[in-house]
């Protein structure tokens, strides 16, 4: 028995003029699961979260939320969905309670309660105008209004920004919850450790090309590796290029300092032809790994380039 994703984006393209915001992008996202979208900034994801929302009309492709096309049901999607935008504009004169009451009216009321459980949680001041809180303080207002009707996909689009340590944990704490009664979050960041830290899969986008989607657990599996080698005398970071496995090789005096996946038998074999004195190895932080991910991706299609030119 299948059941139909959550949120399924199918082929989307979007062109601004004669630029390509986001190409031929597809993918599906499941009930009952954090999925996370992360690419550096102008790589097309919040073009991804518009056109989904049809805040946008795609060039081509079509977008589904709970089955329904985003484009003809558009109204019916809103009644089960929350969404936080990036860049998050809310009525200045109003107060932060003042705004959920509007919003609350506009869907024909909520449950207070769960409202004044959300307030507490994230320890926001509702009795100011929301023109005179600080960013952090918004975004626990635009935080609250996402997930007031208890909805059942919630879109999130650079939701942390200006938050505290301790309300970023109770915001992940609330997320599994949410997703732990058989809903699902959409999270968007530029920031692989945010998502690392509550993500069940996540994709991975760039110049508007979907580049992979990957389980986290999978992913950490993959995380490179550094090691450090100690040898009596200078030994040329040459030496090691183009060992299966090893990238990123540099030298300094006598120490060697390369990063690895895989097997690690053949830069040690390569490191014992030199009298190595001592090994050391560490994971590779996650977000390096991201890093290296995008720089793989650069050089393949900067290398597709220069062939098409030839």
Request: aromatic share 6%; with cysteine; charged share 25%.
């Amino acid at each position: 028995m299948t059941t139909t994703p959550v949120i399924e984006v199918d082929h989307l393209t979007k062109l601004f003029g004669n630029f390509t915001a986001v190409d031929d992008v597809s993918l599906a996202i499941e009930q009952g699961e954090i999925f996370g979208f992360l690419g550096p900034n102008g790589a097309g994801k919040s073009t991804t979260i518009r056109a989904i929302l049809d805040l946008i009309r795609p060039t081509s492709g079509t977008c589904r939320v709970l089955g329904l096309d985003s484009r003809k049901d558009a109204v019916e999607i809103r009644r089960s969905l929350g969404f936080l935008p990036s860049d998050l504009a809310l009525y200045p004169n109003l107060t932060g309670k003042q705004t959920l009451q509007y919003l609350a009216n506009l869907r024909g009321g909520i449950d207070w309660a769960w409202v004044d459980t959300l307030t507490a949680r994230f320890d926001a001041d509702l009795s100011k105008k929301v023109g005179e809180l600080s960013s952090g303080n918004r975004q626990k207002v635009g935080l609250i209004q996402a997930f007031m009707h208890r909805p059942r996909v919630v879109i999130l689009d650079e939701p942390i920004t200006g938050l505290d340590p301790l309300v970023q944990l109770e915001f992940h704490n609330l997320m599994r919850e949410h997703v732990g009664e058989g809903n699902t979050v959409f999270l968007s960041s530029h920031t692989l450790s945010e998502v690392e830290r509550v993500a069940d899969r996540v994709g991975f986008i760039r110049r508007g090309h979907l580049i992979a989607v990957e389980a986290m657990a999978d992913l950490q599996d993959k995380a490179l590796r550094r090691i450090t080698l100690e040898f009596p005398e200078p030994v040329p970071a040459g030496d090691f290029q183009g060992i299966e496995g090893v990238h990123e090789v540099s030298a300094e005096g006598a120490s060697v300092t390369a990063q690895y996946e895989g097997s690690m038998a053949p830069l040690l074999k390569a490191a014992t032809a030199h009298g190595v004195l001592s090994v050391s190895s560490a994971t590779v932080d996650l977000d390096e790994m991201f890093l290296e991910f995008y720089r793989d991706e650069v050089e393949a299609s900067g290398e597709a380039e220069q062939g098409s030119a030839a």
